[in-house]
């Protein structure tokens, strides 16, 4: 797992090479949540998917064996509540999880695991 620095700014992008996938992460504030669009290896991904603390980035479990996965994950995790950019690097920071710590896992379980301290 990585954690992605984050500027506490509404709107970036990222360039990052996690293993042998290359990454465009694009962070927008649309009116109150964050939306995020994914390119990896030049092909788009998603565009505009709106990010839930502690939920996948990637909604298809099919990618996450190549290219692993994204999320937010915040001090107070909770499932009725939205990233926002003004606690990045605060309370709430940006992962990756590597398609290595996926296998076997569901990225719910993964998650519940890094939550609970279980995993790393």
Excluded: H
């Excluded at 909770?78 to 709430?92: A, C, I, M, T, V």
């Excluded at 996926?102 to 939550?115: H, K, N, P, W």
Aim: a negative charge; proline letters at 5%; aromatic letters at 12%.
């Amino acid at each position: 797992m990585e954690i992605i620095p984050l500027q506490a700014i509404p709107n970036q992008t990222l360039s990052l090479q996690l293993g042998v996938n290359a990454f465009d992460v694009q962070l927008q504030d649309c009116n109150g949540i964050m939306a995020v669009s994914i390119v990896a290896n030049n092909v788009v991904l998603i565009s505009g998917q709106r990010a839930v603390n502690g939920f996948p980035i990637l909604p298809y479990a099919y990618l996450e064996t190549a290219l692993g996965n994204f999320t937010f994950i915040g001090s107070n995790d909770s499932q009725e509540e939205y990233p926002f950019w003004d606690r990045f690097n605060k309370d709430l920071v940006f992962v990756y999880a590597y398609p290595a710590d996926l296998a076997g896992l569901s990225f719910a379980d993964y998650i519940q695991g890094v939550l609970s301290g279980a995993r790393t």
